[in-house]
């Protein structure tokens, strides 16, 4: 089983960036906890980063041609403006799920609307990057059911 982690603008920035509201933990440090979690286990992670919305549709389409089974995306800012992203997400038609740091629906109104959310199977907020493991789990459990599904459709 084959994840993508992609990050969208600004979380490389984390540990700088208001503290308060992302926490201490800086980018390298995050990308370490969600790789540690699985190192035992039977699923390939590998995490993208990128502050520019069309290299982030690249990555997107990268996940396509690479055959991965599922993509983990926070898409920052873009998730709250980016139809592209949402063509991108609809395009490439691999389970992805959603996650914010924060619960961006305690936050300001325009972080309410997620145009990204829609073309997803599901959205974790508010976990900080507990919201990455729930994720990746959610993914696992989803993509093992549809395996044996297919294996008993053989
Ligand atoms: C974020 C929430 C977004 O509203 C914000 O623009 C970010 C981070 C989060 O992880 O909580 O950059 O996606």
Known sequence: MKIMVLNGPNLNFLGIREKDIYGQDNYQSVCKYIMDKFD??????????????????????????????????????????????????????????????????????????SYTAPACVGQICGFGKEGYILAIEGLIVRLSEKISVNKQNI
């Not at 035992?40 to 990128?50: G, M």
């Not at 949402?86 to 609307?113: G, M, W």
Request: hydrophobic share 40%.
């Open 40 to 113: 035992d286990r039977d699923v390939e992670i590998n995490i993208f980063q990128s502050n520019i919305e069309g290299e982030m549709i690249n990555i997107l389409q990268m996940a396509y041609f690479e055959k991965y089974d599922g993509v983990v995306m926070n898409p920052g800012a873009y998730t709250h403006t980016s139809i592209a992203l949402y063509d991108a997400i609809k395009s490439i038609n691999i389970p992805t799920v959603e996650v914010h740091l924060s619960n961006v629906h305690q936050r300001e109104e325009f972080r309410h609307k």
